[in-house]
Structures are given as C-alpha cells and as structure tokens.
C-alpha cells in the first residue's frame, strides 16, 4: 500500500498508469467532490455521472447500449463511499464485472467502513484513501492506493518517485512524478494508526448522539445505516432538513450555528450542476439536488465531547423553535388584520365586527375571530375559508 502526497494527486497517477486511457470514458456519482474526476478529465478522458438509487438499472441499460453501438466500453467504473457509508458493492461489482470494466473504489472518506464485514477499499481493482487533515486520520495530506497485486505497489511506487530507472546516475525512461510522502508523515500516519480504531468509535458516538439529541424535532432526520450489511465510520453526521416543516433551510440552519462559531457545511453540489462539467452526460430522478438542498454535515471531529454535541444539537433546535414562532407569529397577524379590514373593497363584509346581519354571523364561535382565506360564497356574499384566532389578554395565537 504506498503512501503519497499532494491531495487528489494521487488520483492522478494511478489513474493515467493503470486504468483509464486518454479519451477515454468513465462512470461517477453524481454527488462527490471534484477531486474524484479531475484527475481523469486533465488527461482528456470524459465523465458521466449517475444518481445512486438509479444507479443499477440505468448503468446495466446505458452500458450495454454503449459497447452495441460505438464498439466501445467505459474504462473505469469509479465508486465513492460518501461520508463514510458503504457503497453497495455487491450490485455494483456485478455490473463492472458483466462488462469486463475496472472498479476503482474511493475510500477516502471510508477508511473503517465495512460492506458485508469487508473493510472498503478492498472490493475493487484499486482503493483509494486520504490522510488529508479531516479525515480518520492524518498524514496532514496525501493518502495510499490499496493494490490487489505486488507488481502495481511496485509500479505505483516507480512512478511516485519520478520513474527513475534502476542505473547508478539519474536515468528516465518513462514520465514519472514526485509525489511520494516524505518519512516524517509517513511516521506520523503510522502512529495515528493505532489510534484508528478509537477515531472510528466515537465518531460512531457522535453520530448517535446527534441522534438521540435531535429526535422528536419534526422534519429533521439523520443519516443510518440501511441494514446490517451496512456499518459505517460516520465520518461525518450528516442531516436532511424538510425547511416546509423546520421554517429554516439547510443554509439558514449553517448561517444560525455560524453565528454561534460552529462550523458546518452543505453537502456536495452535485457534479453536473458545477460550471466546469455542464456538458458532461447525467443520470438521475433528483436524489442529488434535492441531498444539495436540504443536507447540512454537522461537526463531528473526534475531538468533540458530548457537552459539545449537546451544544450544536440545543442550538438546532433552538433555531428551528424560533422560526416556527415568527411564522406563527406572521399568520396571526396577517389574520387580524384581515379580519379588522373589509376586504376586496365591500362594506358587507359578515366578518367584519360592524356588519349586523345576526342571521350570518350567529354560526360564528364565540369568542373567535374569523378571518378570509379561500373564495365561496354565503348568503351571497363572497368571503374565504376561515382560520380560528383566538384572543388571550390581547395576544393572538394559532
């Protein structure tokens, strides 16, 4: 398992050496970070992105289209296991093994996940794995390709260290690059190995935590494993808000701790809405815009004690109560004064407190307010649906 340096670089190497050729096509998520396909497009090879839950039956269908009509096949299926759940591997695998087509796993945020009691980053032809400054561990950068075979590590490390030829002066045969990790990183990685086991534990905490702290809140859910064949290292606790039921949006919500000095962060904006691929081919029914609308990825560093997670979790919904009382607020306002004012310019108005014809208003409640919302017509006079509003010591409530 080499190690090497410089952020997505690694993508970029093992890449051009081992699987995609120039030109080439390859199949993404639509939902991930740009490093996992700029690698491949600096080399003029061509992306397609398709959403998860239509990922099995559109990819059997379109590649099979593809090889019947350009003779022609994808040269790398690239799978991502986002926020540290699991990828469904099995469905997957069968695909890229039907069509002969390399599996490329990104495991950067997955390093302790498990798919059927098997750690990702080992189900495809290589795996991929960041030590970047906020993942289970670090190396303060770079990461390490998994390699099913002796002779790739050998080849991956040929070129990481500018592909320099075995001779007793500086010799090249081939273009190579220098991106391996230098020894004090690599001594860091191994020390923050041991550790890995605990990082993933209490990041599973965190995520229950959260959990357990933001339940009963309407409209707000956080992210579980599917089933039992699923076990992730919740690298991150990610959660979906319905703003119709919170009355606060994903980046309002962001806005809200911000203020309180806690960092958190939207979801990826799906690849094909990024300027620079817009022209790229996609597949989907709206999973990843609607994730990029309504996803918030909360803190959760190991870090963090629980006093801390409570915090986030009290200032949520603190939020949330607040927006629901200012838009309460705003309706029992809007129907007093649409109860105090005739409306649509009529003085006959039978909810309005002057008007006296006792034989319309006397199916009125007692001491309830009446204000229009929806057009009908009684003793033909059009007014609106009514809300109830209550008077207490002057307040109005819903």
Known sequence: MPGITRGNHYHTWKVERFTVLRGKALICIRKVGTSEVFSFTLDGNKPSYVDIPVWYVHNITNIGDRIRKTGKKPKAIVVVHLYGMPAKMDEISQVANRWQIPLIEDA???????????????????????????????????????????????????????????????????????????????GIGRGQMTILSEHVERRRQIQKLYTRLLAGVPGLSIHQDPSPRFRSNHWLTCLLIRSQLTGVTNNQLRLALESENIESRLLWKPLHLQPVFAASPWYGNGTSEHLFNSGLCLPSGPSLTDNDIARVARIIRQTIAKAKRNRLFTMAFLCSR????????????????????NNTRKNIPKNSHISPFRAKTISNIKYTEVIKVKHHHGSVSL
């Open 338 to 357: 649409l109860y105090r004012e005739p409306f649509s310019g009529q003085t006959n108005n039978p909810f309005h407190p002057k008007f006296s014809n």
């Open 108 to 186: 950067s945020e997955a390093l302790g996940s498990e798919y059927d009691s098997r750690r990702c980053g080992t189900f495809g032809e290589f795996g991929v794995l960041s030590f970047n400054g906020n993942k289970m561990i670090t190396t303060s950068g770079g990461g390490a390709l998994i390699c099913r075979l002796a002779e790739q590590a050998k080849r991956t490390l040929f070129y990481a260290t500018q592909a320099r030829d075995d001779a007793p002066y500086y010799q090249h045969s081939s273009i190579g690059y220098n991106y391996r990790m230098s020894n004090i990183c690599a």
